[in-house]
């Protein structure tokens, strides 16, 4: 039988007050504060939102793989509810990491979409967990639903690295990966901010999807009631 006390139901909740509020601050100091970059001028005021949204696209995905191999070592139906929340939350942040790399490479590279290793990666990447997500829809046993979707995530995990480290491995339009290190120290700070602003918003996101998918595993895992017993 499956049982959760959600110990901490205010945590969740913390965090997506900081995380808010850590995103509204390093977002008015990227538009308003930060000198535009000396190249790209005002467009590169999207890296605020687009570098972070990515860190922690690929962290959600990367923490969805974890859930599914201690899932399947330890057979805890919490980590299932876990891997379901990571994989949405990954979904959506890699959904929105498309849409502002789009934003971003119309003006840089003339077009919305180009067939770039990191563009295309990250796009397999974001289908495959959808496929993941729709899997787990059509399978009603929860146990098939959970051994398949997690085998399904570690394959599909295999193409988090490939994404990373697509524009070394391949001749790539993008760029290489930005860090706090990499990036000058006027343009620091919102990028810091906004990468802790989205890593709270996402830690609470799977917090409280996992509440939902817990609550439902809850149900489907209470054995029916034998022939004759009332409900």
């Known amino acids: 039988m499956y049982d959760d006390n959600h110990r901490f139901p205010r ?20 538009l308003f504060v930060a000198p535009p970059e000396a190249l790209m001028g005002q467009v590169q005021r999207i890296m605020y939102v687009h570098v972070p949204t990515a860190w922690n696209a690929l962290l959600a995905l990367t923490f969805a793989f974890v859930c599914a191999v201690i899932f399947l ?50 796009a397999v990447l974001v289908f495959a967990f959808l496929g993941i997500l729709a899997l787990r829809k059509f399978v009603e046993d929860p146990g098939r639903r959970a051994i398949w979707s997690a085998v399904a995530t570690i394959i599909a995990s295999v193409d988090v690295p490939i994404v990373y480290y697509s524009v070394r491995w391949w001749n790539s339009l993008h760029q290489l990966q930005s860090s706090p290190s990499t990036v000058s120290r006027q343009f620091w700070l919102p990028l810091r901010m906004n990468a802790f602003g989205i890593l709270f918003l996402m830690t609470a996101f799977i917090m409280l999807r996992a509440r939902v998918a817990s609550m439902r595993l809850a149900q489907e895992l209470v054995p029916p009631p034998a022939v004759g017993e009332r409900v």
Do not use: H, N
């Not at 965090?15 to 601050?25: D, E, N």
């Open 73 to 122: 070592f330890k057979s805890d139906w919490k980590w299932d509810a876990r891997m379901e929340a990571a994989i949405e939350v990954g979904v959506v942040l890699g959904f929105l990491l498309c849409c502002q790399g789009s934003i971003w490479a119309k003006p840089t590279w003339g077009v919305w979409w180009d067939w770039d290793p990191r563009l295309t990666t990250t």
């Open 11 to 30: 945590l969740p909740w913390i965090l997506l007050g900081l995380g808010i509020i850590f995103l509204a601050i390093g977002s008015y100091i990227g």
